[in-house]
């Protein structure tokens, strides 16, 4: 309950739009970076479809890409915008077009956090988190998504940051799972 007024917060008061100003404004800044993304975060899971088409009409989640392209070597940058893009293969169709945002890109950048974080267990389990529920999106292409997550060694860097002394037990059952997934049966 918290969260839905937190949330009716953030829409009624024009909030979320000032977030993206900032993080417009602030694009070198991690710190503000990361601190609108906390902000935007809870917004565009998947139980706030009534208000995240409102969300991806301000613009907010290719900012939030934005952010995690623009500081590809900050592990905390990369776990907070890759969890809030995580459950975009869940999102309804017409928010996705209203989003515009382009599930390779950051299907590419999980798999860039994985290899340059693999012993930072949160940006590993973000990037592992964005890996598997893509990879299990009736919605998106799969065809293009195993390609995207297999390339190139890709399954090796799955295994080797499930194997990581830092990786949470999350992160290794998301691995499991997604080498089962994108791994053709025999």
């Known amino acids: ?90 999102w309804p169709e017409h928010v996705k077009e209203v989003a515009g945002l382009d599930p390779v890109t950051v299907l590419r950048c999980a798999r860039g956090a994985m290899e340059a974080h693999t012993g930072h267990a949160e940006a590993a389990g973000a990037a592992m988190s964005v890996l598997s529920r893509y990879a299990q999106a009736p919605a998106l292409n799969q065809d293009i998504v195993r390609h995207e997550i297999t390339r190139d060694g890709g399954l090796e860097l799955v295994k080797k940051a499930a194997s990581s002394a830092n990786a949470s037990a999350e992160t290794k059952e998301l691995a499991a799972q997604l080498v089962r997934v994108v791994t053709p049966a025999a």
């Open 1 to 90: 309950e918290a969260g839905v007024e937190a949330g009716d917060a953030l829409m009624a008061t024009g909030a979320v739009a000032a977030l993206v100003v900032a993080m417009r404004a602030f694009p070198g800044s991690v710190e503000a970076q990361i601190g609108c993304i906390d902000g935007l975060s809870f917004l565009v899971g998947t139980f706030w479809f009534d208000r995240l088409n409102e969300v991806a009409k301000t613009g907010a989640i290719g900012e939030i890409l934005a952010a995690v392209q623009h500081h590809p070597k900050d592990p905390r940058m990369q776990a907070r915008g890759l969890r809030a893009l995580a459950s975009y293969g869940r």
